[in-house]
């Protein structure tokens, strides 16, 4: 329904929902190449054969789940023999979860979460799924979150496998990964790359000009007219910039209107910006932190420390030597933590470019914002 700003009960939203992080916007901008080759990815799945598998990689907000979630919708409203199933492996981070959520998406009912092994819920969907001549893709989404104690290799090895123990089972695999680094393929052993072969699927950051251009459709369907300023609206684009998220943008926008509204006003203000801006990337530290275990949380804490001690940049090499004389432990968990904060976008890893292992460790966010 349309407010206006003027009425007695002021809102400054049109649609609030088209600010929501999860919202799939009717049209999506500057992605028709990734968005056709899924499709010609997809296409021999409606002739009942299996689709090619692929990875959708770029970093944080580039589009990905975005695409995956609009192409699903497409294929349930279109074709009942194809059986889309997303798994947000931020959420199902272990082998069994990500079966038992398959199992549910597939049967449509929660098995349940205890006395049930991940075998049978295996055994129960292959069973079933041999036979119906279906195909079922399945999209790991921020596969990163599987790399701790091999998950993604087995989940993956026991999917590409499974028409070999109940023949006529039909799988399409996408997982989508955050990073730009060393190709995910690398954590995979060579079998499960044997089977896996998966088209790579780039998408890179949205220019300055597309950032705008989708921050604009978002503004006119989602605020009332006049509340934003085309400056306070550059100052967004420009921070969406320099964090190279849009997915900050968008909530900038929303954390922007709510302060303005709140405070009763009918325009955004740059300090609005300016006090939403530290709030909205909190949510995100603290969204990465609820990930960690408790020791990984406190090396996070140690490495902060660290590399503010040192003008926000150290090499790995010097970092390990500082980081052991507080807590022991041997290199290579050194790295797998490090590794593990880059996947969560916490820290960044440069690779300078000369040969040998050194990397150059920075923070990603201004000192002042990462609290503790
Ligand atoms: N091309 C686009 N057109 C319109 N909106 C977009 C487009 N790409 C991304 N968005 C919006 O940006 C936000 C982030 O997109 P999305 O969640 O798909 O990113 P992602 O690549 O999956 O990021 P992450 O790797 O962190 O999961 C969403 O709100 C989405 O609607
Ligand atoms: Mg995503």
Known sequence: MKQNVSTANRTLFMDHTVLELDHIPETIRFRETQINTMYQNIRPAIRGACPTNMILQGLPGTGKTTIVKHIFKEIKETNIHILPVLVNCQIMQTEFRV????????????????????????????????????????????????????TMEKVL???????????????????????????ITNHLSKSVNSIFRPNLILFPPYEEEEVRAIMQDRVRVGLCPGIISPDIQDTIV???????????????????????????????????????????REIHLQTADKVLKEEEQQMLDMTIKLIRQNGNRMNSGELYQEMEKLVPMCYSSFRRRINKYSYLGLIKINRPNIWGNTREILLRYDTHTIKK
Do not use: W
């Open 99 to 150: 079966f038992h959520k398959i199992y549910s998406t597939l049967f449509h009912q929660e098995p349940p979460l205890h006395g049930v092994s991940i075998m049978q819920l295996i055994d129960a969907v292959a069973t079933k799924f041999s036979r119906t001549g279906d195909v079922i893709l399945i999209c790991l989404d921020d596969v990163n979150f599987l790399l701790h104690e091999n």
């Open 157 to 183: 090895c026991t999917l590409l496998r499974l028409h070999e123990e109940y023949p006529g089972i039909k799988i399409g695999v996408i997982i989508t990964v955050n990073t730009i680094d060393a190709p």
């Open 238 to 280: 420009e921070k969406t910039m320099k964090e190279c998220d849009l997915r900050l943008g968008i909530c900038l926008l929303k954390s922007s209107a709510d302060l303005a509204e709140s405070d009763n006003r009918t325009s955004i203000t740059q300090t609005d910006v300016g006090a939403s801006l530290q709030t909205v």
